[in-house]
């Protein structure tokens, strides 16, 4: 993302921009293992405060949101997790899916390894 001023962490996985209440919201994807769960919300957020000031002033909005989604390994949600789905307007319904995606996707990864397949 280019800015005005050089910003080190200037590529979040998804930029929306609601135009009609001037909101900027920046989602950062994150799967770490359960351990670091809390740690890698924290990181996503202070990660991305700079490029939020920048986009609030750059692209005239009022406010820039930042949202981590942060499922580990094995299916693990935050406790903010709701309220991160409510920043982004989706339901909880969505939780599920996103739980089984990276569940199926971890069981992929550890049986493509253990059987050594192309």
């Not at 998804?14 to 919300?41: C, M, Q, W, Y």
């Not at 202070?46 to 002033?57: G, P, V």
């Not at 820039?64 to 991160?84: E, M, R, W, Y």
């Amino acid at each position: 993302m280019i800015t005005d001023r050089y910003i080190t962490a200037n590529r979040p996985d998804i930029v929306l921009v609601d135009r009609s209440v001037r909101r900027a919201i920046i989602v950062d994807i994150t799967i770490p293992h359960d351990d670091n769960l809390v740690k890698a919300e924290k990181e996503k957020v202070s990660k991305y405060l700079d490029l939020a000031h920048e986009i609030t002033a750059m692209w005239n909005v009022e406010s820039t949101v930042i949202v981590p989604i942060v499922v580990s390994v094995n299916g693990l949600l935050a406790k903010c997790f709701d309220q991160h789905l409510k920043k982004l307007s989706l339901g909880c319904w969505i939780k599920g899916r996103i739980q089984k995606a990276v569940v199926l996707e971890t069981a992929r990864i550890v049986r493509r390894f253990l059987t050594l397949e192309p």
